[in-house]
């Protein structure tokens, strides 16, 4: 089961989308739970938990996480091998209500918003959840190198699709979602600046 680790808490959730910024994360900092998501792993060493679904990403990016002291979640076992802790996964729509697992909604920020609601969170923050290149660029750090894939606009789609779903199921379940992200194709849950997020407005 996946536990309920931060009651009624604001949670953060780190993606990385072209418009993150290292000062949107260090703004973060001590302000909310924070769940780094991938690569965001590496710019909030210091972030309450991460998530990360892909094994592939795990081979390359697993042995370099020495630094990250918080929790580690997976999406396959093997990843175990890491230090993380393997949580499950399930195709279908919107999120899941059901502690045993995660709904998969293509992306892994997906799951990390999935995540966040079993964790208890009373508001969660999206935080480079760009769903959208920026002039040929898919993430902040440009594109994961072989043999790990990049999102297609056919995918950021979809993820686009699944966030709808997930906001529908949001509703009357005491977790509200609000959109921090500078730049961002996702229309499912209301937008603020990060500041006015982090201030609960």
Not at 40 to 65: E, S
Not at 122 to 128: E, Q, S, T, Y
Request: proline letters at 4%.
């Amino acid at each position: 089961m996946i536990p309920r680790l931060w009651p009624g808490s604001t949670v953060v959730i780190l993606a990385s989308g072209p418009s993150l910024t290292v000062e949107d994360v260090d703004a973060c900092r001590g302000r909310a739970r924070v769940v780094a998501v991938n690569n965001t792993a590496f710019l909030a060493p210091w972030a309450d938990a991460m998530y990360a679904m892909d094994k592939c990403w795990w081979r390359v990016y697993g042995p370099r996480l020495t630094g990250f002291a918080g929790l580690k979640f997976c999406g396959y076992r093997e990843s175990e091998a890491y230090g993380a802790r393997w949580i499950s996964g399930r195709d279908g729509k919107g999120l899941s209500a059901d502690n045993a697992f995660v709904r998969y909604g293509g992306n892994s920020g997906f799951q990390a918003l999935n995540l966040a609601y079993h964790f208890g969170a009373a508001r969660v923050i999206l935080l480079g959840f760009d769903c959208q290149g920026r002039e040929g660029v898919r993430h902040y750090f440009g594109d994961h190198p072989e043999p790990l894939g990049n999102p297609t606009q056919a995918a950021f789609a979809r993820w686009i699709r699944a966030f709808r779903e997930a906001a529908i199921d949001l509703r009357g379940t005491g977790c509200e979602v609000v959109n921090a992200t500078r730049s961002t194709a996702i229309d499912a849950f209301p937008r603020l600046t990060l500041e006015e997020a982090l201030c609960g407005r």
